[in-house]
């Protein structure tokens, strides 16, 4: 896809790219690099996408263009990861003093002299600047794939990605000239689509009592008394916002309704925001996913706010950019990403991750639909700062709601990290698969058969990416009940568990012992099939 964004920077970043623009002016598209680079010594600035669902179609042509993610560096990086694990850390002073977005970007952020740097060569490499990220983190541009191949010693093929027709990626890890090495940490070359995890419908069922929906479909009434979330204690969201990053707006005549047959008194606002070429008032295929986590949220949490971040794609680099977005906008305190891919690293992600932690901004993933995948995990659910949230099934009282069992659902995602270290908070957790490697999932919710209202019907809908946005608004009732955000979660919700001496008397889990994902079956404690267990709401806020 092509950036052409202009129209969509806010003021401050207009002002920026024209400051940059007239002290630089645009060379040739096709302008020659200025000298020869010794490559020896080169950083990689891109790895190769490691996707099985692909057919190389071979080179691209020379003069077709291509849109390019350059993200600049954090200054003082390292003193930025030690201010989130103390964040999060209550021995520290710093504990729960996040940054504002000012703060940030005085302290850590680029300055407006290092974009116009980096703005200047782009521009004499042949690149046209077609966008600046509001806190500066991200420059977007366009090229020839031949200046986009020669300036970063790599090679752009074409590739062919099964539904998502075709698409284009380098074929090389990309390296980062010498003259970016001091702003630049990373670009994103390609326009791969993430595969969204869209939950497949679940098998229609006798209707039930008024906690079922239309086909059977549990209601977030069940979900809200089984696993008594806070807004059974009047603590619904208020004050407190979500984001949800898709690639399609939902209508609000859809959510309406849903709140309507469920006596939801739904008092928060849904409003959504334009990432790059994303559009408001669009719909496509993955209008059934938003339409989900939009339902899901404002369901369970009535009170709070939820900001739909649009992007046109779910690839990489929109991904990259909404998670950017909703950083330096800093209006959301939980986010929930309903989406996975086969493990890869995204410098770029990561970095949107750790910059939106500092300001207290948890980040939730669906854990996967393919059980355990002949050992596969997905992300953005394995990134050790992202809460995975993987599946159960619920069976509860259908008159009153009330929790009666549960048990591991099939096809929750869960194993072991192949490129992720064991984080410090999963450090001596009983139970684990592998006691190196970061594991997942952390936590579960029910992930079968949720009533939705889509397009104008009802349907019913199983996967964890109904569970990653019920967390979602529980966390956004704890923030209400605490007063505060809690950014990086993860250590916060095993400190819980460490404290309960990793058994279930306090009442804050269900421990989930039954059932398996196909290589790992769930167990008494922690198992990588259903996490920690299911949170029982309002025992967990009171702790947290």
């Known amino acids: 896809m092509l950036y052409g964004l202009l129209y969509n920077l806010k003021p401050m970043n207009q002002k920026l790219l024209a400051l940059a623009m007239a002290v630089i002016p645009f060379a040739s598209l096709l302008a020659p690099l200025s000298q020869a680079q010794n490559t ?37 990086e390292e003193e930025l990861n ?30 407006v002299e290092q974009v116009n740097d980096v703005v200047a060569k782009l521009t004499t490499a042949g690149f046209q600047i077609t966008g600046v990220a509001d806190n500066r983190m991200q420059i977007y541009a366009s090229a020839p794939s031949v200046t986009v191949e020669t300036y970063f010693k790599t090679e752009i093929h074409n590739v062919n990605q099964g539904s998502d027709g075709e ?20 670009v994103v070359l390609d326009n ?30 069940t979900i809200a008394t089984a696993f008594d979330f806070p807004v059974q204690h009047d603590y619904d969201g208020t004050d407190h916002t979500a984001a949800v990053i898709i690639d399609s707006d939902v209508k609000d005549s859809d959510l309406t309704t849903y709140w309507k047959y469920f006596s939801i008194n739904h008092t928060g606002t849904v409003s959504r925001e334009a990432v790059l070429k994303g559009k408001v008032g669009k719909y496509t295929s993955g209008q059934k996913e938003a339409t989900l986590d939009t339902e899901t949220i404002t369901g369970l949490a009535p009170g709070a706010d939820v900001i739909i971040y649009i992007i046109a794609e779910l690839n990489h680099p929109d991904r990259d950019a909404a998670i950017n977005q909703i950083v330096s906008d800093n209006q959301a305190e ?8 086969t493990e890869n690293i ?17 980040f939730v993933a669906s854990g996967g639909d393919y059980g355990s995948d002949h050992g596969k995990v997905l992300v953005p659910a394995a ?8 599946g159960t099934e619920l069976t509860a009282n259908r008159s009153t709601g009330e929790w009666e069992s549960e048990v591991a659902w099939p096809s929750s995602g869960g194993g072991v990290s192949k490129l992720f270290s064991l984080p410090s908070y999963q450090n001596g957790v009983p139970g684990l698969a592998s006691k190196k490697k970061r594991n997942v999932p952390d936590i579960a919710f029910r992930a079968y058969n949720d009533s939705r209202f889509v397009n104008g019907a009802w349907d019913t809908v199983g996967g964890t990416s109904w569970s990653s946005p019920t967390y ?45 994902n196909g290589l790992y079956k769930a167990h008494t404690g922690y198992d990588n099939v259903t996490g920690i267990g299911s949170p029982i709401g309002w025992s967990l806020a009171k702790d947290f």
């Open 192 to 221: 791969l689509i993430v595969n969204s995890r869209t939950p497949d419908e679940a098998e229609p069922q006798p209707l039930g009592s008024p906690y079922r929906g239309p086909k059977d479909g549990i209601g977030p009434g």
């Open 346 to 362: 995204d410098k770029v992600f990561e970095k949107g991750l750790l910059a939106g932690n500092a300001k207290g901004i948890t």
């Open 472 to 516: 979602v608004a529980l966390q956004l009732e704890i923030n209400q009940y605490q007063g505060s955000r809690f950014g990086w979660v993860n250590p916060t919700i095993y400190m819980v568990f460490q404290a309960d001496g990793y058994k279930y008397t306090n009442g804050h889990f269900y421990d989930i012992t039954k059932g398996s």
């Open 82 to 111: 030690k201010l989130v694990e103390e964040q999060s850390d209550r021995t520290s002073p710093n504990y729960h003093h996040y940054l504002s977005s000012a703060e940030f970007a005085d302290r850590f952020g680029p300055t």
């Open 334 to 341: 939980v986010v929930n990403m309903s989406f996975g891919q």
């Open 40 to 76: 020896d010594n080169l950083k990689i600035a891109s790895e190769v996408p490691q996707l099985t669902d692909m057919q190389d179609l071979g080179h691209r042509d020379p003069g077709q263009a291509i849109d390019i993610l350059v993200s600049l560096r954090f200054n003082r």
């Open 167 to 186: 698409r284009y990626t380098n074929v090389k890890p990309a390296l980062l000239p010498a003259e970016l090495e001091a702003t630049v940490d990373a």
């Open 383 to 390: 990134e050790p700062h992202v809460l995975a949230v993987g």
